[in-house]
């Protein structure tokens, strides 16, 4: 079992920033991967990043390329989304999701075992 909480959602200006934690709990994360996705009112869970725990390879879907980064606290087992020059639509709720007992991140929703609650993000124009 793995328990997952999201905090640093809110309200932004468009062009600024966000940073979205997620703490993770219940066993160890040495052979887990954690992914961040979102969901927008009437549209599908899209993936955003995901970073693997034990050596931190990343892998970024295009919507965050060259503006978001995660990142991970081996040491807090917190993974972070650090969301900068946002837009309008980047408005959704956004996810963080465990994927058990693999090395590699994956950018497919299917994959992962445990989910947060979810943590809103609304950007305004």
């Known amino acids: 079992q793995v328990q997952l909480v999201e905090s640093g959602g809110g309200l932004v200006q468009a062009g600024g920033s966000l940073r979205l934690s997620c703490a993770a709990s219940?066993?160890?994360?040495?052979?887990?991967?954690m992914g961040w996705f979102r969901q927008a009112p009437g549209k599908e869970r899209e993936f955003v990043a995901a970073i693997s725990w034990s050596v931190g390879r990343t892998v970024y879907a295009d919507l965050a390329k060259g503006r978001f980064t995660i990142s991970r606290d081996v040491a807090k087992s917190t993974v972070d989304l650090q969301m900068n020059s946002l837009r309008p639509e980047d408005t959704a709720r956004y996810y963080c999701?465990?994927?058990?007992?693999?090395?590699?991140?994956?950018?497919?929703?299917?994959?992962?075992?445990?989910w947060g609650q979810g943590t809103q993000v609304t950007v305004s124009s």
């Open positions: 999701a465990a994927d058990l007992d693999t090395v590699w991140p994956q950018p497919v929703r299917d994959e992962y075992d445990y």
């Open positions: 219940g066993r160890t994360l040495s052979r887990v991967a």
